[in-house]
Each structure stands twice: as structure tokens, then as C-alpha cells.
């Protein structure tokens, strides 16, 4: 059946879907940049059609403007308008995920849904849940809260990808009164039963990693344990492998076929069959957006639908189906990338070299939406991708369907040791050819720009000085997202800890303190699950997307966990030129050995010393003789950036700060960073008094067990008229400027 776009829409529908995405931003996320492109796109209608098309093509734009005002509107309600408290949930069996003894689970309660959080008491409740599929109504106590939006500049907003799943609390489960069996109540919770049942089977039924390949890749479902092998994958730039799209879709669809083929099903009677197997594959998957984008696809595609014509009406499909789609990142890079396999196509080309080079300008082009949403780019994805991509459609998914197919009458566990190789040859490539480039995260303009001028360069990759122009645009683009040009000084918010980064607009930089999670007990070995250090979180992230792939200054004010504890992680993501401490901290055996495990240079502090940054100074004020790395042998910074001074004082209390009134008379602060995180043993009466700064910044862990900062600290700073900032409250607070500063928080 050969069906006609023209007979409903009036414009090609390519067109259509580019005039509804600029809509949905402009709805979305208002800028003076949607703004534009509205009103260039919308020039150009004018310019084009008649009046009578103008007429059609509003009327569907108006169609789809109540979808996305009207989404757009209920989740805003929804997040302001929860309960407080919920007593019973129905857990969504498929949503199980355990961790250690941690239980994440979503449960619903009426249209509501919840992500849930759990701390197993005993063992046996860790096991009955890693076995469990039914429906279970939960009776318990669960106190329900906001999820965390963005802490960091560029940061994950939790909140907002919970929403976008139709999830607008977090629940903490408090005491588990009672578990209550029940029958799934319609045909998605049936559905959702038979998924955690499939995964719980490869689970308990196959050893590790080959588990972990049959859930991945046959359901869409990775726990916390393979965490170290997704950090390898998304190191190499391939972790896309097992976000289930395309490359799954086809070949069950292809199996499918056959295998009704070979039953002597008519053709026609295929196509309608595929249908309900095409929604029972959606179901088995999650529903995920790739998938379903790929499962529209190829039904459109018996529809007579090809090309653009195919994605432009599974855009609009999904669309209304889901406006929230394109507000999260597998919804942006899944058409994104079937826009790129669509267009680029290279007809002049055959064989390997025409496989070849696709893969690569495919790759490139997908550049600027990696860049905007991870930061960095690994080359070597590029080959990986195309010999990885081929040896998991022709083997690995075959042989794993084969494996779980026949796993009633027999388990083939020795198929494993072709798994633990496969791990071994991505381990050995991730160690050996971990050169991600850093370019950092572009701005919604620089994305634009990035976009465009891939795309002219493809259009007119014939003509040497149009290709000349575009590599000198794209190029200075890149360098501009790498190196802002600007001065600044950000204190990220890594939670209980320091972490604070000064840079100047050459590029130079000093990192102060990395943060790091206190542990306060060991746990036993089941309560033992994958962690994720805060520097991963926040730390990490915050400074890829400013560009940074060399620490050229680490400086370490003290031997604490809360300031150095995620050193190693750091120094594993990012190259550190220079470690810089103090005398005292390398008292601290455990500090030492940390340091020799690095192999990094060390250069020992002391008052007097100078760290040269922005034309400037940072003086070492503090300490002058030898200490114990303990908060009042921390090292103490002064000096003037721009045109105010700063002062960095670590976890320095009343004590130090004695000494540095006595020992500088004459000191004075426009900016202070608040001392042991607002403490009231910092930031004495007499040392404010002293310093008299204008000032302070206060970071500090949100609802920390220390109940920092002290309202002793907060009244002696508000009865001088300081100003501060504080990360608990605010995110992360950056100073930016190139004469005089200006300040930013998150929130």
C-alpha cells in the first residue's frame, strides 16, 4: 500500500517535523535563540506557500501547541501538587533495582507514581527481592520529597529526569509493615510482570557477565553491577551499544518475519501480525524512545512510507505520544542519529569504503550533540562503533537469543568465556586507548552553529573552499567551547566537602580540594553494592564541561577525607600535572600512600610560597610550621584576582585564625570562603572583625549530619552585614568576569 503524505499534509513532511520541533523549544525552553529560529522558519512559510497552506499548517501547529502547553502545564502542576506521605504502593515489578542493600523500586499509588528507596534490614529481604516479579502492594510508612534538581552548572537535574517519566516524588520507605501479593490488574501490567520475570531468569540462570548481556541486550536492562563495565564502554564511547534502537528492532522484526514465513503466512497477513508482536517487544523493553521510534518506523514503512517521509511522520508520532521526548537525552540522540543514517548516504561510494566513511561522518556529525550533553568525544568510537556494531548484530544478539530461547531445555553457560573475552578486549582498550577529547559542554549557540555548519559541509563537501570555511568555523567553535575566554572562580557543589576551581581565560587552572564521602562503618559483603564516588556526580562532570582535560594545580588544604577522599577518582578521569600540600598532610601514612599510588608530582607549601594565576598571586599565608594535615594545619590562600581579594581558608578554625590576625595585622577580604564549611568554630567575631570581608561562601552538604553551617556562624556574618552564599541552599556559586566579577548560583 503505497500511501500518500500529500493527501493530508500540506507542507513535505520533513519540513512539518523541523516547523513542530522549533514549536516544542520555543514552548520548552524560551529563549532569545528559539525565538529566532520560530521566526526565521516562520519567514520562510510565508515566503514559500500560499495562504490556504499557511492555514493548514497553523492549524496543526495549534495542534500540536495545546499537546505541549497542555504537558507542559500538568507536569509543572503535578511537581508542585504531591502528598506528603503515602502508607501503600503496588511496586512495578519491571523497576526493580537492587544495589547492595538498596531497593529502588517504583511504586504507584492511584494515578501517582513514586521512585522508591529502600535499605534492606535483613539478607533474606535482598533475596527475596532479586527473585521476586508479581505485583506486590507495599504497606509502609514512606515519606515522599522533591528529587534534587541540578546542583552544578551543566549538572544532572534528577528531577527533571524523573518527571519526564511521569515521576514527580521520591519516597524514602521507613519501616515495611506489610507484603501483599496481587494480580496484575490490565494487560501493561501483565507485561510489566513477564519483563521482570525474563530478567530475573538470565539472572538467576546464567553466570555473570553473560546475565548482564541477556538483559542488556534483550531487555533493556543493566543493574548497578556491571557499573565498572559501563564506565569502560562509555570511556570508549560505545556504551550507545546497549541502548536498544535500531540494531535490536530489525533483527527481531527480521526473526519474526521469517519465522512466520516459514509457517506459509501470507504477506499481508505478516504485516498485521507484527503488529501486536511490535507492541509486545515495546513492552519488553521498557518502552524505551529509541525503540519505539524504530518500531514506528519500520510499520510506517509497510504504510509505503520511506526516507524522511518514515522519520518525519515517527517524530510526530511519538511526539504525541510522549511531549516529553525531546527533553531527554535518548530522545535527542535517537533521531538525531536515524536523521544522520538517513540523509547521509554517499551514493558515490560502495563496498567497505562507503561503510567506512559513513560510519565516520555519521559519527562526526552526531559531535555536536555528544559534546552538548557528555563534553567529551573519543576518536576511537568511530572504529569501535562500526566493528563492535557488526559483531553484535551478526553474533552476540543472535547467539544470546539462541541462549535464552533454549534455556528451559538447556543452559549454555560455557557461551560465558566468549563474554568474559569480550570484557577482557574492552578493559585492555579502555586502559590502552582512553583518549577521550575534552572539548567541553556548547552553549545552545554554539550547538546551532556546530549543526549548521556540519551540515553545510556535507552538502557541499565537493567544493575544497566551502569545506575550507566550514573546518575553520567548526574549528573555531570547538576552541571556543574549550577555552571561554574568561576569568572565574567556581565553588562546585560536591556536597559535605571543598571543591573550588580557579581558572583564568588563558586556560590555566587550579583545582582546591576534590571533596570525597566519609564512611563512618563497614558494611557486610551482601550490603556491599557498586558505589559512585561525589566527584563522578559532580566534581567531574562540572569540569569536563568547562573544557578542562589537565589539572594543571591540585592543591590538597589538608589530609581530610571530605577535601582529598576522591583524589584517585579524579586523578583517573582527569590528568593532574602537580599535586600541591603541605609538610603536615604528608604526616598522614594513608595521605602518602594515596599520593604514591598517583605518581604524581608532589610539591610541599608553607607560608610565603606563591602560586602565579590570572596576572596575579595566591601567597601562602598559612601554616608556618610543621602540623598534623588536621583542619588547623590547613593551607590558607590570599590574594588579589581582578579586582577584589580573595581569601581560601580550608577547615582553619578559631585557632589559626588567631594566628593569622596576630601574624597579619594589615589583612583584609573582599571575598572569604567560610572556614570548616560554617562551622561555629570558624569564622570567629574576632577574625570577621579583622578581615572584614564584604563576602563569604559557605560550602557545605545539604541536610549534613553536622548541621552545617552553624546559626552562630550565619548571625556573626548577618550582624556585619556580609552577604553569603551557600551550596546547600544555592548549587554551586561561580564568579566570572574579565575586570570586575559577577556572580552566579544554580539556583
Known amino acids: 500500500m503505497n500511501y500518500r503524505w500529500t493527501k493530508w499534509s500540506p507542507l513535505p513532511p520533513i519540513q512539518l517535523a523541523f516547523l513542530v520541533m522549533a514549536l516544542y523549544y520555543q514552548i520548552y525552553c524560551p529563549s532569545w535563540l528559539t525565538c529566532l529560529l520560530s521566526s526565521c522558519l516562520g519567514m520562510l512559510l510565508l515566503k514559500q506557500f500560499p495562504q490556504k497552506t499557511l492555514c493548514k499548517v497553523v492549524m496543526i501547529l495549534a495542534l500540536f501547541a495545546a499537546v505541549f502547553v497542555y504537558r507542559k502545564h500538568q507536569l509543572r502542576q503535578q511537581l508542585e501538587t504531591q502528598p506528603l506521605q503515602v502508607s501503600q504502593v ?4 519491571d523497576s526493580i533495582r537492587i544495589n547492595g542493600d538498596q531497593l529502588a523500586v517504583i511504586g504507584r499509588h492511584g494515578n501517582h507514581s513514586y521512585q522508591l528507596f529502600y535499605r534492606f534490614k535483613h539478607q533474606t529481604e535482598a533475596r527475596f527481592f532479586q527473585k521476586e516479579y508479581r505485583w506486590i502492594v507495599m504497606h509502609a510508612k514512606i515519606v515522599l520529597d522533591k528529587a534534587e534538581a541540578s546542583r552544578n552548572f551543566r549538572g544532572f537535574n534528577y528531577q527533571s529526569f524523573l518527571a519526564y517519566q511521569g515521576i514527580y516524588r521520591i519516597g524514602k520507605v521507613e519501616q515495611v509493615e506489610q507484603l501483599e501479593v496481587v494480580s496484575p ?7 510489566s510482570s513477564l519483563r521482570r520475570q525474563a530478567i530475573v531468569h538470565c539472572q538467576q540462570s546464567f553466570p555473570k557477565p553473560m546475565s548482564h548481556y541477556l538483559t542488556g541486550l534483550l531487555f533493556g536492562y543493566l543493574d548497578k553491577s556491571f557499573g565498572e563495565m559501563t564506565d569502560y564502554y562509555s570511556q570508549l564511547g560505545i556504551i550507545h551499544l546497549f541502548a536498544l534502537s535500531g540494531m535490536q528492532v530489525g533483527f527481531f522484526l527480521t526473526c519474526f518475519r521469517r519465522g512466520l514465513t516459514l509457517l506459509a503466512i501470507p504477506l499481508e497477513w505478516i504485516k498485521w501480525i507484527e503488529l501486536p508482536f511490535a507492541c509486545l517487544y515495546a513492552a519488553l523493553t521498557g518502552y524505551s524512545i529509541s525503540v519505539i521510534r524504530s518500531l514506528l518506523q519500520a510499520q510506517l514503512g509497510h504504510l509505503g512510507m520511506k526516507g524522511l517521509d518514515n522519520l518525519a511522520c515517527a517524530f ?3 511526539l504525541l505520544w510522549d511531549a516529553h521526548a525531546l527533553m531527554t537525552v535518548g530522545g535527542v540522540l535517537t533521531f538525531s542519529y536515524a536523521f544522520m543514517l538517513t540523509v547521509i548516504t554517499f551514493e558515490e561510494l560502495s563496498g567497505v569504503k562507503k561503510h567506512f566513511v559513513q560510519v565516520v561522518t555519521v559519527s562526526l556529525g552526531m559531535l555536536p550533540f555528544l559534546l552538548f550533553y557528555f563534553a567529551s568525544f573519543n576518536p576511537m568510537s568511530m572504529v569501535l562503533t562500526g566493528l563492535l556494531s557488526y559483531l553484535f548484530d551478526v553474533l552476540i544478539l543472535p547467539l544470546l537469543c539462541l541462549v535464552f530461547c533454549l534455556s528451559p531445555l538447556i543452559t549454555l553457560s560455557g557461551c560465558n568465556y566468549l563474554f568474559l573475552f569480550l570484557e577482557k578486549v574492552i578493559q585492555f582498550l579502555g586502559n590502552t586507548l582512553n583518549a577521550s577529547l575534552v572539548f567541553g559542554s556548547p552553549t545552545s549557540w554554539h550547538l546551532l552553529i556546530l549543526v549548521i555548519s556540519f551540515a553545510i559541509l556535507y552538502d557541499h563537501r565537493q567544493i575544497r573552499q566551502r569545506v575550507i570555511t566550514c573546518g575553520l568555523v567548526i574549528g573555531l567553535t570547538l576552541l571556543s567551547i574549550k577555552y571561554p575566554l574568561t576569568n572565574e572562580v567556581t565553588f562546585i557543589d560536591i556536597g559535605q566537602g571543598d571543591s573550588i576551581l580557579v581558572r583564568d581565560w588563558t586556560g590555566k587552572n587550579l583545582l582546591i580540594d576534590v571533596g570525597g564521602r566519609l564512611s563512618f562503618s563497614s558494611k557486610e559483603q551482601w550490603r556491599q553494592g557498586h558505589q559512585t564516588s561525589n ?30 577522599g576522591d583524589i584517585e577518582v579524579v586523578a583517573k578521569a582527569i590528568r593532574i600535572k602537580e599535586i600541591l600540600t603541605s609538610q603536615g598532610s604528608l604526616s598522614q601514612p594513608s595521605f602518602v600512600r594515596r599520593l604514591r599510588r598517583l605518581k604524581c608530582h608532589v610539591r610541599v607549601l608553607a607560608a610565603g610560597d606563591q602560586l ?24 590558607v590562600l590570599y590574594g588579589r584576582l581582578l579586582n577584589q581579594t580573595f581569601l581560601f581558608t580550608g577547615d582553619l578554625e578559631k585557632e589559626g585564625e588567631n594566628e593569622i590576625i596576630e601574624r597579619y595585622p594589615q589583612l583584609r ?8 564549611h560554617g562551622s561555629n568554630t570558624s569564622s570567629s567575631a574576632a577574625f570577621l572583625d579583622h578581615i572584614q570581608p564584604k563576602v563569604a561562601f559557605i560550602s557545605v552538604g545539604k541536610n549534613n549530619r553536622y548541621q552545617h553551617p552553624h546559626r552562630e556562624t550565619l548571625t556573626r556574618l548577618e550582624d556585619r552585614e556580609i552577604s553569603y552564599y551557600r551550596t546547600d541552599i544555592q548549587g554551586a556559586v561561580r564568579l566570572t568576569g574579565w575586570l570586575n566579577w559577577h556572580i552566579e548560583t544554580v539556583r
Do not use: C, E, F
Request: no cysteine; hydrophobic share 40%; glycine share 8%.
Open 316 to 318: 510526530l508520532l511519538v
Open 669 to 676: 577580604v573582599d571575598y572569604l570562603k567560610a572556614g570548616h
Open 90 to 93: 503496588a511496586l512495578v515489578p
Open 185 to 191: 490488574k490490565s494487560v501493561g501490567d501483565y507485561l
Open 612 to 635: 602565579p594565576i590570572m596576572g596575579s598571586v595566591l601567597q601562602v599565608l598559612y601554616p608556618w610550621q610543621l602540623g598534623n594535615g588536621k583542619n588547623n594545619d590547613s593551607l
Open 535 to 564: 566527584a563522578q556526580k559532580t566534581l567531574i562532570p562540572y569540569l569536563k564541561s568547562r573544557g578542562i582535560h589537565t589539572i594543571d594545580q591540585l592543591l590538597v588544604t589538608h589530609a581530610d577525607t571530605d577535601h582529598m
